[in-house]
Structures are given as structure tokens and as C-alpha cells.
């Protein structure tokens, strides 16, 4: 009588890597992300950079979705309250490597605002890969608590327009003042601690 034994390997999921060709709308099936995920993958450098557009309009009041458009790009200072790793996505075809998703950074006017305080900023896998490999999460992580200077297109994420301060109207939790972002980020500069 022959045993047969098999090995599983299992790897942790932030070790598989991204789909060898993701296309510019990534692997969305819905109509909506398949137009919006193109402009989160942009590569060009924006045109011209909106000057009504800094941390303190972004963080007004008011139901924002039409207050910008997307085909510009803006310039904010803050501080920076947190990085993290963003979610397993369809713009960047479902990878779950952190090296090959989107890193948010939430940008404030302190460097302990609470989130409906905050607006969130992403940096591409895209971005990364062509021209900031040292934009890795965890070298980002390390401006916590830094002053900032964030360049890149302004983005309207209406994926999260219902867990944004300015446009839920009957949500649980807003985890941010809006869905407006820099998004992609092409341009961090790192500013001295004393005034915005």
C-alpha cells in the first residue's frame, strides 16, 4: 500500500502578486468604476493646479460633490494624521500585495484631527512603480506627524461618498470630511513644523 502525502503551501495574502496586465479600468464589472478607475490611474502630471483648492476649502462644510473638477489638480498642506494600506480593489484588478495597492494618506489642519477632519490623499501602485519606488507604505508611514506639501489630481471618490462628512445623509459612520482626494498624489513635500 503506497501513502500518498500532498504539501500545502499557504502564503500570506499580502505576498501574491498583482495580475501581470491590469488595464487602465482595472477589473471593474460595474459600469461607474469602470469610468472612474482610469482617472485614479493617471500617470501624466496635472495641467494645471486649481488655486481655489486648499486643505481648509476641502474641509468645508456642505454637500461638495460638484465644488471641483476632476480634470484638474490641486496643492494642499496638512499634517499627516495616518497611512495605511488601501483596500483590495478593482482599479488595481483585486491585488492583495500592499507593494501593489493604493496607499492612503489623511491630511489635517492638526496633526490629531479627528477623521470627519481629514481628507484623504492616495498614492498609486502606478505612481510608485514609474517614479517614487521609496513611496512604499512603510516609508510613508514615516511622515506621521509630518507637515506636508501634496501635489496631484483632484479626484472625486464617489465610492465613498456615503461614509463622507459632506455627502452622507443617513450614514452609521463618516470616516472622512469628503470624497474629494488627490488622487493620484505626484508630488510630497515635506514642510517645516510651525504654521500652515
Wanted: aromatic share 4%.
Amino acid at each position: 500500500m503506497k501513502i500518498l502525502l500532498s504539501i500545502l503551501i499557504v502564503l500570506p495574502l499580502d505576498t501574491l502578486a498583482a495580475p501581470a496586465v491590469c488595464p487602465p479600468e482595472g477589473d471593474a464589472v460595474q459600469a461607474e468604476a469602470r469610468e472612474l478607475n482610469p482617472l485614479k490611474r493617471r500617470m501624466e502630471l496635472p495641467g494645471a493646479l486649481d488655486p481655489g483648492v486648499t486643505l481648509v476649502a476641502m474641509l468645508a462644510p456642505g454637500d461638495d460633490e460638484h465644488r471641483w473638477n476632476t480634470k484638474d489638480g490641486a496643492r494642499i498642506e496638512g499634517y499627516v494624521v495616518n497611512v495605511k494600506p488601501g483596500g483590495i480593489e478593482s482599479v488595481n484588478c483585486h491585488a492583495r500585495a500592499v507593494a501593489d495597492r493604493d496607499t492612503h494618506i489623511e491630511i489635517a489642519l492638526t496633526a490629531n484631527a479627528p477623521e470627519t477632519e481629514r481628507v484623504v490623499v492616495e498614492v498609486t501602485p502606478q505612481v510608485r512603480k514609474a517614479r517614487h519606488p521609496d513611496w512604499t507604505t512603510p516609508e510613508l508611514k514615516k511622515l506621521i506627524g509630518k507637515r506636508v506639501r501634496v501635489t496631484g489630481w483632484l479626484f472625486f471618490d464617489a465610492e465613498h461618498k456615503a461614509e463622507s462628512a459632506h455627502t452622507c445623509t443617513h450614514c452609521a459612520h463618516a470616516w472622512r470630511a469628503t470624497a474629494w482626494e488627490l488622487h493620484p498624489v505626484t508630488a510630497i513635500e515635506i514642510l517645516p513644523l510651525n504654521t500652515i
